[in-house]
C-alpha cells in the first residue's frame, strides 16, 4: 500500500480535492481497490474537542481559550494561535505527536482493509514530520488572489485569510523543494482531481519516493 500526501496553503481546495479523488471509482479501478483518506486537520481539530491530554496541554498554554463551560474556544484558540507566531510554534509541537499517531491508526486499518492507497491531507506536511513517513505528496498550488477568493466564498473573513496565509509564508515553496509533485488547482474541483488523479497514478506506479511528473 501507498501512503500519498495532499498539501497546499490555505483556500487552494484540498479538501474538495481528496474527496473527488476518494470517490473516483475509476481511480480506484486502476490502483487496485477503493483509496482510504486521512485528514490530518481534522483528526486535530477532534482531538482538540475531547477533554483529555492534548486540551488540557492547550489550555494550560493559552487559558484564555477556555468556553465558559470549560471547554476549548476553537475561534478564539485559532485567532490567537494565527496573530502569534511562537504561540503557534507551541502549539504545533503540541499537537503533531497526536496528527502522527492518529495517522499511524489510519494506516493499519488501510492495511487491513486491503486499500492500495492511503490519502493523507496536512497542511503542514513537513514541519509536522508526516512527510517523513510518506511515499511521496502533491503540492496543489494557486494565486494568492484565487486562494483568498475561494475561502471569503467559503465563510472566510478577509482578515482571517490574511493571518492564516502570513502563517504559511513559504510553505508551498518548501513543499515543492522537498519534492512534492505541483498539480495546478485552478479549474473546477473535477479537473483538478482529474490531475491530481494522474499524479497519483505515477506516484502508485513507481518505488520512487518523489517521480518526476514530466517523465
Not at 477533554?51 to 478564539?76: E, H, T, V, Y
Not at 492507497?117 to 510518506?134: F, H, K, P
Not at 505541483?182 to 518505488?207: F, I, P
Request: a negative charge; one cysteine or more; hydrophobic letters at 45%.
Amino acid at each position: 500500500m501507498k501512503v500519498i500526501g495532499i498539501a497546499g496553503a490555505i483556500g487552494v481546495g484540498k479538501s474538495s480535492v481528496a474527496r473527488a479523488l476518494v470517490s473516483d471509482a475509476g481511480l480506484g479501478r486502476d490502483l487496485g481497490g477503493a483509496l482510504h483518506y486521512f485528514n490530518a486537520d481534522d483528526a486535530l481539530r477532534s482531538a482538540r474537542n475531547q477533554a483529555g491530554p492534548l486540551q488540557d496541554a492547550i489550555l494550560k498554554l493559552l487559558p484564555a481559550a477556555q468556553g465558559p463551560d470549560g471547554s476549548l474556544n476553537q475561534a478564539a484558540l485559532a485567532s490567537a494561535a494565527f496573530s502569534d507566531p511562537a504561540l503557534l510554534k507551541q502549539l504545533e509541537r503540541l499537537q503533531w505527536p497526536v496528527a502522527r499517531a492518529a495517522m499511524h491508526v489510519a494506516r493499519e486499518e488501510a492495511v487491513a482493509s486491503g486499500a492500495p492507497l492511503l490519502l493523507v491531507e496536512a497542511i503542514a506536511l513537513l514541519n509536522s514530520g508526516l512527510a517523513d513517513e510518506l511515499d511521496g505528496y502533491l503540492v496543489l498550488t494557486l494565486p494568492t488572489s484565487e486562494r483568498r477568493e475561494r475561502a471569503i466564498g467559503r465563510g472566510l473573513s478577509g482578515a482571517a485569510f490574511e493571518e492564516r496565509d502570513a502563517a504559511q509564508h513559504g510553505l508551498t515553496e518548501a513543499l515543492l523543494a522537498a519534492g512534492g509533485v505541483e498539480v495546478s488547482a485552478r479549474g473546477s474541483v473535477q479537473e483538478v482531481a482529474a490531475a491530481a488523479g494522474r499524479a497519483l497514478r505515477l506516484l502508485c506506479s513507481t518505488d520512487e519516493p518523489h517521480p518526476d511528473p514530466a517523465t
